[in-house]
């Protein structure tokens, strides 16, 4: 009874410490994500958060961050659309990976984060050619942030990018950019806190490149 129980233990540490080195090894991806800047920046984290993915096959967020990753190149290359289809695929293919392994029922506000970079990364979609894929990939960008919204109506990143919308959309087909700086405003009142650790908190950076603009 007394080696049944040590084996027991020891397969507890081992579980406690892999768990922990996977959890280090995420927060210290994270981190570097909140200095990216660049594509460069944000190819080499997404590599790195897809082999975080393979160890930690019941966490969603690997698969979040690789595919936020994704969409943030496809904003970089906004001017030069012919470049962003690669990444905006494989940003798709990574967000249904991260939806697979969330309930939908109990972790709403999870699957919030997700529909919001569903958002961005459909958005990047439209920057390939907006002639060809404006109507049929900026409806389902605009379906996903609404979800997101409904999901969790004071979420900071899905209010960022209702703002982004909402800015760079021409008047004549309801852009605002009054209304853009007031959700810009709220996204940012709720970012000023400076959340860490793994969870998303991304967001104040680009409501003040936003706001910037608005000014």
């Known amino acids: 009874m007394k080696r049944i129980s040590i084996t027991w233990l020891l397969l507890l540490l081992i579980t406690a410490g892999g ?79 991260a939806q697979s392994l969330l309930d939908t029922i109990r972790q709403k506000q999870e699957l919030a984060e997700v529909y919001t970079v569903y958002s961005m990364v459909y958005r990047t979609k439209v920057f390939i050619n907006p002639m060809t894929y404006g109507r049929r990939y900026g409806t389902l960008s605009d379906k996903f942030m609404k979800q997101a919204l409904q999901l969790d109506p004071q979420n900071p990143r899905a209010l960022y990018v209702q703002a982004w919308v909402k800015y760079a959309t021409p008047r004549m087909w309801g852009g605002d950019k009054q209304q853009a700086r007031e959700l810009a405003e709220k996204s940012l009142s709720r970012l000023k806190n400076g959340s860490t650790g793994v969870a998303p908190h991304w967001g104040k950076t680009e409501d003040e490149e936003l706001l910037n603009k608005l000014k």
């Not at 994500?33 to 590599?47: M, N």
């Open 19 to 97: 768990f922990a080195q996977n959890t280090d090894a995420l927060q210290g991806a994270v981190v570097k994500l909140d200095k990216a800047a660049s594509v460069k920046d944000y190819e080499s984290l997404e590599k790195e958060f897809i082999t975080l993915a393979a160890s930690q096959k019941s966490s969603w967020l690997p698969y979040y961050y690789a595919a936020f990753c994704n969409a943030k190149i496809g904003f970089l290359y906004k001017e030069d659309g012919e470049r962003i289809e690669p990444y905006s695929v494989r940003g798709e293919e990574q967000l249904a990976k």
